[in-house]
């Protein structure tokens, strides 16, 4: 049976090992915090006393930690005393230096490494439909494709070592700033009298359609499901927007591309985080607009 050691078991971690779990793999886990532990050894993963004992019989390592110092460190340690041969995953989201020297770490040890974050969140963690993009050979990602189809919906090779987190952090600028576009048209339609409703049925169906508006739409009323129906609870924290913000920021400037909205609205959610809503729902930037607006 392969073995899989899953390191990082927070919100995302333990329901993505859970579902690894009941694919049929032995699961070992380990986090910094004893009840992520428990809530995954509920589902089935075996626990580990530390990352390093968890990767000893490991076919597999999969990451999902919070941000590239925590990759590099975790990589650091356990990359030396890895199974020979074994594949490592890093599924956080990081930024595409920190991506790129995870990968010559794993390689150094004669691992094969992909980068492959995700797109879902929560909810898609828990149902197994995540959107994985990933960076690396040809080689590890035929190796990682069927290990990541009982967490995913969809798999996409998106080019060598860091072309994942290169995909994730500019699918999540475009989101960005089409949130804060929706959220401004429709504090707009307000001041001119226009209903949610007619702007939404107007755009949904015009040139101003949008995933933001069609499925994230950031007023009560047109999409029953999305966060504005229920206080702006996450859904996708504020604070994770602005993460991944500031990452496509940082790219930018090391890779001289000319991004001003990505600025702006990395500025913007920066302001929104600042005013005490970094666990609001991303979308609940709009609450912030009509506030600078009046
Ligand atoms: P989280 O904070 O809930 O989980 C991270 C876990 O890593 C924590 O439980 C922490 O204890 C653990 N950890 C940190 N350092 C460790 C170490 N040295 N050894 C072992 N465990 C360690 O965060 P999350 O929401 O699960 O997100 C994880 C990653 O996935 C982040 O990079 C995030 O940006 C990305 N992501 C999150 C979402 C989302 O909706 N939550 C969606 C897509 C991507």
């Known amino acids: 049976m392969t073995t899989i050691a899953f390191i990082g078991l927070g919100n995302m971690g333990n329901p993505m090992a859970a579902n690894l779990v009941k694919g049929g793999y032995a699961v070992h886990g380990f986090d910094l915090i004893p009840e992520n532990l428990v809530i995954a050894k509920e589902h089935g993963v075996v626990i580990m006393a530390n990352a390093v004992a968890a990767v000893k019989a490991a076919d597999v390592v999969i990451t999902m930690l919070p941000a590239g110092k925590h990759v590099l460190s975790v990589y650091e340690d356990i990359a030396p005393k890895a199974k020979k041969g074994a594949l490592f995953v890093d599924s956080s989201t990081i930024?595409?230096?920190?991506?790129?020297?995870?990968?010559?770490?794993?390689?150094?040890?004669?691992?094969?490494?992909?980068?492959?974050?995700?797109?879902?969140?929560?909810?898609?963690?828990?149902?197994?439909?995540?959107?994985?993009?990933?960076?690396?050979?040809?080689?590890?990602?035929?190796?990682?494709?069927?290990?990541?189809?009982?967490?995913?919906?969809?798999?996409?090779?998106?080019?060598?070592?860091?072309?994942?987190?290169?995909?994730?952090?500019?699918?999540?600028?475009?989101?960005?700033?089409?949130?804060?576009?929706?959220?401004?048209?429709?504090?707009?339609?307000?001041?001119?009298?226009?209903?949610?409703?007619?702007?939404?049925?107007?755009?949904?169906?015009?040139?101003?359609?949008?995933?933001?508006?069609?499925?994230?739409?950031?007023?009560?009323?047109?999409?029953?499901?999305?966060?504005?129906?229920?206080?702006?609870?996450?859904?996708?924290?504020?604070?994770?927007?602005?993460?991944?913000?500031?990452?496509?920021?940082?790219?930018?400037?090391?890779?001289?591309?000319?991004t001003p909205l990505g600025a702006e609205a990395a500025q913007l959610y920066a302001l929104f985080n600042a005013q005490g809503n970094a666990g609001a729902d991303f979308s609940g930037i709009i609450n912030f607009l009509r506030g600078a607006s009046t």
């Not at 995540?130 to 009982?150: C, D, N, V, Y």
């Not at 950031?218 to 500031?246: C, E, T």
């Open 95 to 258: 930024d595409v230096e920190s991506a790129r020297k995870a990968h010559v770490i794993a390689n150094r040890h004669g691992l094969l490494s992909i980068d492959a974050p995700v797109s879902g969140g929560t909810a898609g963690a828990a149902a197994g439909t995540l959107t994985f993009m990933a960076g690396g050979s040809k080689e590890a990602f035929a190796k990682a494709e069927p290990i990541l189809q009982p967490m995913a919906g969809r798999i996409v090779h998106c080019g060598d070592d860091g072309a994942g987190q290169a995909a994730k952090i500019c699918n999540n600028m475009i989101l960005g700033i089409s949130m804060i576009g929706v959220a401004e048209a429709f504090v707009l339609a307000e001041k001119l009298g226009l209903s949610h409703q007619a702007l939404f049925d107007v755009a949904s169906t015009s040139s101003g359609q949008c995933w933001s508006l069609t499925t994230y739409c950031p007023v009560p009323g047109p999409v029953p499901k999305s966060p504005a129906n229920n206080g702006y609870k996450p859904g996708f924290a504020a604070a994770l927007m602005l993460k991944d913000l500031k990452l496509s920021q940082e790219a930018a400037q090391a890779s001289g591309a000319v």
